[in-house]
């Protein structure tokens, strides 16, 4: 899925693909090159410190010190820089159909809706009789894409898509064994986090978690135990709910599994709660075990820069770009 495509020049041969995302703290990339099988090699991946004002000369720098030119760039927006929503599929087709999607979600944004950025993707097709298909439609105002364009352009960048969190994660879902199946998958950041369940590549359900890893591995040296406690309770609940709607709402086998992506500080007494208290099938996700990388991942490392990873494989999943 994208939500923009911009083609500023033909080449012959890109040596794969660099995703960016900017943080408020700095910029997380992946470097993944592909060799003549189209296999996917991480070649780099870092995250960045550095405030706004230095963006554009450090990426200026990482862009030259790597030769990035040639690559085709994944710019990847954070949470906060657009909004999914589902709605009804309308029944109409080609330009109609677009143009239903924005009259449809115009009430719901907060700015005119002639200033965003539109796309959808359906979601898979319910097994319940007479199920009402239904489309998941991602909104960016163009503001914004038009910032991180043209700053990645200034870097020295060849921008072609850009990607949302759902996908990105979506992609690493999908190279983990219970992908036949269907697996979930939990991405915690500091003080927030997502979940996607995908089956066989199509995304099932992608939902934010107000909670984040600071919150639930007790980074607070003398946390308040009975908030502590809740916030998990919380977190666990929010899991077994998205997996009993995905079950309930499409008709299908249950998805038990869960993987949680390393965390920078106790990744196992997490993995662990959810499963001896709340009989998840969850463990610990190690990127490096189903992504060759060039050199080791630290957790944290892994934790901050998942998202990029995933919007760096676009091509070895065999997805349009």
């Not at 309308?90 to 809706?113: F, H, M, N, T």
């Not at 364009?149 to 898509?161: D, F, P, T, Y």
Request: proline residues 5%; aromatic residues 6%.
């Amino acid at each position: 899925m994208r939500l923009l495509q911009k083609l500023l020049k033909k080449r012959t041969h890109s040596p794969g693909i660099v995703a960016i995302s900017f943080l408020a703290n700095g910029f997380a990339v992946a470097e993944m090159r592909y060799s003549e099988h189209n296999r996917p090699n991480l070649h780099y991946c870092e995250f960045v410190a550095s405030s706004e004002r230095q963006f554009l000369p450090k990426l200026e720098a990482l862009v030259k010190n790597r030769n990035l030119e040639d690559y085709d760039c994944h710019i990847l927006l954070t949470p906060d820089q657009y909004r999914s929503m589902t709605i009804e599929m309308p029944a109409l087709s080609g330009e109609e159909i677009k143009q239903a999607v924005r009259w449809r979600i115009g009430d719901l944004l907060d700015y005119p809706v002639e200033q965003a950025i539109i796309d959808f993707y359906p979601l898979p097709q319910s097994n319940r009789a007479n199920s009402t298909p239904m489309l998941e439609v991602v909104a960016c105002a163009d503001h914004v894409a038009s910032r991180l364009i043209q700053l990645c352009e200034q870097a020295g960048l060849n921008v072609k898509v850009i990607d949302v969190q759902e996908t990105a994660l979506r992609n690493l879902a999908t190279l983990l064994r219970e992908n036949e199946q269907g697996i979930a998958l939990l991405h915690l950041q500091k003080d927030s986090g997502r979940i996607v369940i995908q089956k066989q590549g199509s995304l099932y359900l992608s939902r934010k978690i107000g909670v984040g890893y600071a919150q639930l591995a007790g980074d607070d040296p003398h946390p308040d135990q009975a908030e502590h406690y809740t916030e998990q309770n919380a977190v666990a609940l929010e899991i077994q709910r998205s997996l009993d709607f995905v079950e309930n709402v499409f008709d299908i086998p249950p998805i038990s599994g869960l993987a949680v992506v390393l965390l920078p500080v106790d990744t196992q007494q997490v993995v662990n709660f959810l499963s001896i208290h709340h009989g998840i099938t969850a463990r610990a996700l190690d990127l490096s075990a189903i992504v060759h990388c060039d050199s080791v991942l630290n957790d944290a490392t892994q934790n901050i820069c998942a998202p990029v990873i995933g919007a760096s494989l676009r091509r070895s999943l065999g997805l349009k770009s």
